[in-house]
């Protein structure tokens, strides 16, 4: 038996994962137990977690990876500095302090922190290093379900690389190509974000689910001014716009000039414009992909493409790769940021270093990234019991014909069931669920519920074999890693007036006989529901069905804005009691607001900061 415990940490969405003898047991975020988001920290809860369900002691343990090498990391800081000094200064003094005191003797760092959690360890001859873009690759690569494969990964910079094309054949990756830093699609989008008022590294998706309300006006100025796009998808940055090479900023005056606006205030209204830059980075981004796509199927002629990096969270971007048909098969790999790192690491090691044979399975390895923990009937009643429940227990298939009709009535239900997920995605476990077909359950959970901006989108979760019913597509999407359009026979007529409103005002449109994951231009963003990975969310849908006729409910993460997803029990009930959900259903116990005691009510709008 062979174990590998990966880690990432010290950037954002710190997570750790273990992997025995090639097979993927257990991995998680450490934001889901310390309540932190996208916390950066050394990943102590999800470490003891993943060991605790691999069922092996951390001195057990064979191998510990760290998902990058931070060497690597300080020399591209070092070089970035020197090479546009004398600017920069600033974030120069603050940066290396911290670099000469903690980060660039990470391994020891990372050995008195593993001590702490087992005094039995000893060897720290135990951790390797793997390279941030390696562990993106094999994260999707290795997890696919592939025998060969060409591998892309996009996202804001690891040490050096920025994006990379490898090519992947049974246990082996072979990195073949890289667009090094300051260069990067991921930090290009990452300063559209900070332009538009939200945070980097985490309101990067309200950017692209802000782009249906605007036009891409700014295609072409970005396009001339700003980026240098070649036919084959490469590309150079005119670092005159920006500040992020060595500066405290995303953006600089320039870039504001450029685009006649200035940076947005967080609080403040967004306008027409914000919209249309959204709308225009998106296009961009896309551009970029497709031709990227389109050069490497060209070059290296696979039918096969697996994506990671913080990049393949783009949704609408595989989309589009998916709709062109450029290769046969695409697969994403569910945690593409940061926080998948340490499975790849794992993984990279596993399978690259150490050479072991690669069992590939038809679906794929990651167990529909149902990878977190998980509750017994007995602990979750132990736990309501503590928090002061009002609780029913049910049979099975009880709770899913009572879960159903409270759907069908216009309940918004907190779903809590089996495993939690691995990755940024609720995947139907961790879930707030409602009926699609209301048109008002959109602003409704966007405002009452999650306490966010109204114009978000929720996807739908659809059973499998009726995917193409409703929407274009004719794949597996069991990770929402692929938007497609609802189909044209589900569309509702919409008049000349409606068809002519600007901005958020085209959120009060009805466009589909699903209107509440009916995004502005028609795109929904697409979970299909397996009975072989989920049996009890695909019940649930089957249920809703029998009594609405209708094979699809909203699935959007169980958590308020700038929370992270439930992990426990009482993560759950602190939310239900915090918002203004109907129903909590956690395993067969089944939990009604109205009858909860009124003093354990929460302000939950203000207990976290904006995302």
């Keep these: 038996m062979i174990s590998v415990l990966g880690i990432s940490a010290f950037y954002h969405d710190s997570a750790a994962a273990i992997i025995i003898d090639g097979e993927i047991i257990a991995a998680a975020q450490e934001e889901r137990f310390t309540r932190i988001k996208h916390d950066s920290n050394y990943p102590k809860n999800a470490i003891s977690y993943v060991l605790a369900e691999a069922k092996i002691k951390l001195s057990e343990v064979d191998h510990i990876v760290f998902y990058e090498k931070p060497f690597l990391k300080f020399e591209r ?25 903690e980060k660039l003797f990470q391994k020891k760092m990372l050995f008195d922190e593993l001590k702490k959690q087992d005094k039995n360890f000893h060897d720290i001859k135990k951790i390797y290093f793997s390279e941030h873009h390696l562990s993106h690759a094999a994260s999707a690569f290795f997890s696919s379900p592939f025998e060969e494969a060409l591998i892309l990964t996009l996202d804001g910079v690891g040490e050096w690389a920025t994006t990379t094309v490898s090519i992947g054949k049974k246990n082996k990756i072979n990195i073949i190509k890289e667009l090094n830093f300051p260069h990067s699609l991921g930090l290009l989008y ?62 600089n005056r320039k870039f504001s000039k450029l685009f006649d606006l200035q940076k947005r205030d967080p609080n403040e209204k967004l306008s027409q414009v914000h919209m249309d830059l959204a709308s225009s980075i998106q296009a961009v981004t896309e551009l970029i992909v497709l031709k990227i796509s389109r050069h490497i199927s060209k070059i290296y002629k696979l039918k096969n493409l697996c994506l990671a990096g913080g990049v393949a969270l783009n949704c609408v971007a595989n989309g589009k790769i998916l709709k062109e048909n450029i290769f046969d098969n695409i697969w994403v790999q569910p945690a593409s ?35 977190g923990p998980e509750y017994s ?63 008002d359950m959109q602003k409704n959970l966007n405002l009452k519920v999650k306490f966010r901006e109204s114009f978000r989108p929720f996807a739908p979760s659809v059973l499998y074999e009726k995917v193409s019913e409703w929407f274009d597509i004719n794949t597996e999407s069991p990770y929402m890693t692929f938007v497609a359009k609802v189909n044209e026979s589900k569309h509702l007529k919409i008049s000349n007036e409606e068809e002519n409103l600007f901005g958020i005002e085209k959120l009060n449109v009805e466009r589909s ?18 009975k072989e990975t989920n049996l009890k969310f695909y019940g649930l849908i089957k249920e809703f069905e029998k009594i609405t006729g209708c094979p699809i409910l909203i699935n959007t993460s169980f958590n308020v804005r700038g929370e992270p997803i439930v992990c426990n029990v009482k993560d759950a009930f602190n939310c239900l009691m915090g918002t203004n959900l109907d129903v909590l259903v956690c395993n067969n116990f089944i939990l009604y607001k109205n009858e909860q005691n009124k003093n354990l009510i929460q302000d939950y709008k203000n207990k976290y900061e904006l995302d």
């Design 337 to 371: 940021g940061d926080a998948g790192g340490s499975l790849g690491a794992a993984q990279a090691f596993y399978f690259q270093e150490l050479g072991n044979f690669r069992k590939i399975s038809r679906i794929d390895s990651m167990k529909g990234s149902y990878l």
């Design 77 to 101: 800081l070092l070089e970035t500095y020197v090479g546009f000094s004398p600017k920069g200064f600033k974030s120069f003094s603050i940066a290396m302090p911290l670099w000469l005191k």
């Design 190 to 251: 990452s300063a559209f974000t900070y332009f538009l008022g939200f945070k980097v590294n985490s309101g990067e998706y309200k950017v692209m689910g802000l782009a249906p309300y605007g036009k891409p006006i700014f295609k072409s100025l970005i396009l001339d001014k700003i980026i240098d796009l070649k036919d084959d998808g490469s590309f150079k940055l005119n670092m005159e716009y920006f500040n992020y090479a060595t500066g405290l900023t995303m953006t």
């Design 377 to 439: 009937d007995k602990e979750i009643e132990s736990e309501l019991k503590k928090c002061r429940a009002v609780y029913k227990k049910l049979k099975p298939d009880e709770i899913l014909k009572e879960t159903a009709k409270i759907l069908s009535e216009g309940k918004a239900v907190a779903w809590f069931q089996g495993r939690m997920e691995f990755g940024p995605r609720a995947l139907g476990n961790r879930s707030i669920i409602a009926d699609p077909r209301s048109k």
């Design 513 to 530: 006989q699903v209107p509440s994951v009916t995004h502005v231009d028609y795109s929904a963003r697409i979970q299909t529901v397996h």
